[in-house]
């Protein structure tokens, strides 16, 4: 009996908890106004959610105003994306130690063991592992840790579309996200001028902005590919390839840094016409890597301007740099788009003699910054050449720009003489000009609607060709563990489960990406690693881990606790165990009378044999003592 009241006295302790844990919450999930893509599929996630008691309240919010929101935590859902290769994972997780990244806020909520400041610390550490095994297993243990925090939700792999009209050929999808590689373009008929609709970081083309190697946003990705080059290029399958380096060695320091000597290609000219070589090498990294810009508030937030130690010239065609450790992705981070691709020295301030504390390339709007013991004046550049396969030329009045062939490229001078970059008001324009003949190409993501491909693919498919590249980046909705109700490791698990991410995909993206379980694409360098549990969708499990005791009685038979224990088992176990002892109960209470009333008899009868045997002895005794038995004597029974 004492077993059935524990049992009972627990599982009232169940349905208690499980009573608190099934009230409603609220959740803030914001959103940058004006992406209808990402609005589409919030409204379905908000459904889902609703399905586990879970409101959503959504903000769409303007881009300064999501971005101070984001930066200081104030939300609980939002929308992100990795940044792909050649940035994931490493510079993408090295942004995480950067206040202006949501996930920065988000972190803070780490549960121990694995704090923010030691998850952050160890990404800080397995960019120094030299050892490659070692550093896989470094990176393994990191995704883990933030896996098993549940922090970020993935949704879906991004692929990069691209739409050709059917008188062009031979593209190759680029290797990062706004890679757009025209260069490589055929044209089988027609013009040689092509007129192309271009992803921007905002979706749809608005301006290439300065055009600056050097600085960010509103610069343009794919334009300043076009126009600038690094020492080295990232190549299919993480290939670091040779681009105005023309091959390198590294050695290591006794002092345990590296040293790494590039020799630069020969016979190199900006669109300009000035010369390639070590003196102008010097000059752009003098510039880019002034102390003041390597910190986190500038070219700080990837780890390649702080590992950097030294850079000079040993020859006119030979660049010596040294590090402090032995970065592994150093030349991987020399591949990006920006900061460090070679500007021709006739742009800078005063040429090749630029001083880079007084007449920096920084953009002059930067203004004077100061960091590190230095201050530095930004003065921008004078204007835009570099030595790529295309040639700014201008903005026309429409918004329009035009960019021309570098005849005199390195590698060969593309067949594609110039591109027009169009600019439209919105994708439904974009669509329409498409069909009327007077755009050749869409190239990258957020130009057309997903229904507007599907429909090029299905029924204009002797017109026009569709690409999709390979899935290059995930697109995520990161949790914040730092803000309440997001806070509750279980209520994040429950959101996890309950968002059905395949059917959202095939209503809003038309099957053109695919669900995720894993913060980075499997594909990305050392992130090809089964994660527990999988973070796949789940009703059952959701409702289960939202209300233990609901989830129970509405389905027994299939709910199971996060341990995996199945619920519906228990009960069925302790119901068993309650009946089990209560029939004991009933038989020992039935053996019980039936011993006792025979007992009763057995005592009755000794007491009425005792009685006369007592009787007749004091009648005896009364005889012989000449006393008679008191008939009032009392008899006291024990």
């Known amino acids: 009996m004492k077993l059935a009241f524990i049992s009972i006295f627990l599982l009232k302790d169940q349905f208690a908890v499980s009573a608190i844990d099934c009230g409603p919450s609220s959740v803030d999930f914001i959103v940058q106004k004006g992406d209808a893509l990402l609005a589409a599929i919030e409204d379905d996630v908000r459904a889902d959610l609703a399905k586990v008691n879970i409101k959503v309240v959504t903000r769409f919010l303007e881009k300064a105003d999501f971005n101070s929101n984001m930066t200081s935590g104030n939300f609980n859902l939002c929308f992100s994306e990795t940044w792909g290769p050649p940035y994931d994972p490493h510079s993408y997780a090295s942004s995480w130690k950067s206040p202006d990244e949501a996930h920065f806020a988000a972190l803070k909520g780490m549960q121990a063991p694995m704090t923010q400041d030691k ?30 925090q549940a922090i970020d939700l993935p949704f879906s792999g991004k692929r990069i579309p691209t739409v050709l009209r ?15 590689p025209v260069h490589s373009v055929q044209v089988l008929s027609g013009s040689k001028t092509i007129t192309v609709a271009p992803g921007a970081q905002t979706g749809l083309f608005s301006t290439v902005g300065r055009l600056d190697p050097h600085t960010y946003r509103p610069n343009e990705f794919f334009a300043n590919n076009w126009v600038y080059e690094g020492l080295v ?4 399958d993480g290939v670091i390839e040779p681009s105005l380096a023309a091959s390198w060695t590294v050695t290591d320091k006794v002092s345990g840094g590296q040293e790494y000597t590039f020799m630069l290609r020969q016979g190199v000219k900006f669109h300009d016409g000035s010369d390639w070589n070590c003196a102008v090498a010097k000059l752009n990294f003098d510039h880019v890597l002034a102390k003041p810009l390597t910190t986190g508030d500038w070219h700080g937030w990837y780890d390649l301007p702080k590992q950097i130690e030294t850079w000079s010239c040993a020859e006119t065609y030979k660049f010596v740099l040294t590090t402090k450790g032995k970065y592994y992705p150093l030349l991987q981070e020399l ?39 230095q201050t530095i004046t930004c003065a921008g550049i004078k204007g835009v050449a570099g030595t790529g396969p295309f040639r700014y030329m201008e903005t026309l009045p429409s918004g329009d720009v035009k960019f021309d062939r570098n005849a005199a490229h390195w590698r060969s001078a593309p067949q594609v003489e110039t591109i027009i970059l169009k600019k439209y008001a919105d994708h439904a324009a974009v669509m329409a000009a498409l069909l009327d003949g007077s755009l050749d190409a869409v190239m990258g993501g957020g130009v057309l609607e997903p229904v507007d491909l599907r429909t090029i693919q299905t029924k204009h498919a002797s017109e026009f060709q569709v690409f999709l590249g390979p899935p290059v ?50 594909n990305a360098p050392y992130c090809d690693v089964d994660l527990t549990p999988r973070w796949d969708y789940d009703i059952e499990k ?63 009868s000794s007491s009425s044999a005792d009685d006369q045997t007592n009787q007749k002895e004091e009648q005896d005794k009364g005889d012989v003592l000449g006393k008679p038995v008191a008939a009032t004597e009392e008899t006291v029974q024990v």
Not at 134 to 145: C, D, E, N
Request: aromatic share 8%; glycine share 10%; charged share 20%.
């Open 119 to 148: 998850f952050t610390a160890d990404i800080s550490n397995v960019m120094l592992e030299e050892d490659i095994q070692s550093r896989q297993q470094k990176w393994k243990g990191i995704l883990m840790a933030l896996h098993e």
């Open 166 to 180: 059917a008188r062009l050929t031979g593209y190759l999808p680029g290797q990062q996200q706004f890679d757009y």
């Open 233 to 236: 290029s990232y190549g299919a």
């Open 335 to 373: 591949t990006y788009i920006r900061p460090l691709r070679m500007l021709s020295p006739a742009m800078f301030a005063s040429g090749i003699s630029t001083d880079p504390k007084t007449h920096n390339s920084c953009h002059k709007g930067w203004g004077n910054i100061t960091g590190l013991g």
């Open 473 to 522: 980046m995930n697109r995520i909705i990161i949790m914040n563990a730092a803000k309440g109700p997001t806070n509750d490791l279980t209520l994040r698990k429950v959101i996890m489960h309950a968002v059905n991410k395949a059917a959202i995909i095939d209503k809003e993206l038309y099957g053109f990406a695919e669900p995720v379980d894993s913060l980075f694409p499997k």
């Open 542 to 604: 959701a409702k289960l881990l939202r209300c233990p005791a609901v989830a129970a009685g509405i389905d027994s038979g299939k709910a199971a606790d996060a341990s995996g224990i199945d619920v519906g088992i228990v009960i069925g176990i302790i119901v068993a165990l309650l009946f089990v002892f209560m029939l004991a109960a009933v038989g020992v209470y039935k053996h019980g009378e039936k011993q006792g009333a025979l007992h009763q008899k057995l005592v009755q």
